[in-house]
């Protein structure tokens, strides 16, 4: 009998999980898919990495450039995500802090959680920040930061939509970046606001 009800408790925290988790990932996914954020990553990535081996200093200054008008659109789309993310209720925005997905952990326990709303926020003004060059970057140097922003941004939203340790697995996977190395390269302002906002320290 013991066992029966462990397995039965066992497949209700299960079916709660994956309804929670989507549920988050069509709040996120319905409002992210106007937007052209995704594809604008990625070909920022692949514009820095054609930038970075370009050997002729004009050329390279050309790609640099032509990556300027992406990064600007980039900069407005996600700051339109977020004021639009924003107009939705707290209830459905709140981020466990926990290491695992609990089912609905975030709405029963909201202390332990934060405000994805404001998290996107974070996310968009240190975006902006970088593109807009306001600590005078070097082109490298900018890409990096920016890569960054965008990488620490992306693991905020699959944090919301399953737990940290999912999206910092995905982070490393993906992009071959640890979320330590993350948050040492993302600018000043976000990450002491992301880490105020999140509750936590720098990692060692």
């Not at 009998?1 to 988050?24: G, I, N, P, T, Y």
């Not at 300027?68 to 981020?95: G, I, K, Y």
């Not at 399953?162 to 993906?174: F, I, N, Q």
């Not at 000043?188 to 060692?204: E, I």
Request: aromatic share 10%.
């Amino acid at each position: 009998m013991d066992v029966l009800l462990l397995l039965v408790a066992a497949l209700a925290f299960a079916w709660a999980k994956k309804k929670d988790q989507s549920e988050r990932i069509a709040l996120l996914g319905s409002t992210l898919s106007r937007f052209d954020i995704e594809k604008l990553m990625e070909s920022l990535t692949d514009g820095y990495l054609r930038a970075l081996g370009e050997e002729d200093a004009e050329r390279q200054a050309q790609v640099w450039s032509y990556l300027e008008v992406q990064e600007q659109t980039l900069s407005e789309q996600f700051a339109a995500f977020a004021a639009e993310f924003a107009t939705l209720e707290a209830s459905a925005t709140r981020v466990s802090r926990l290491p695992i997905a609990i089912p609905y952990a975030a709405r029963w326990w909201p202390a332990a959680g934060f405000d994805a709303r404001e998290a996107f926020a974070v996310h968009a003004r240190g975006i902006a920040a970088v593109v807009e060059n306001r600590a005078g970057l070097a082109p490298k140097r900018r890409a990096f930061t920016l890569s960054a922003e965008l990488f620490l941004m992306q693991h905020t939203c699959h944090w919301y939509c399953r737990s940290k340790t999912v999206a910092s697995a995905r982070l490393l996977a993906r992009h071959k970046t640890a979320y330590q190395q993350v948050l040492q390269s993302v600018s000043v302002g976000t990450r002491d606001a992301y880490l105020a906002l999140t509750g936590q320290n720098l990692p060692a």
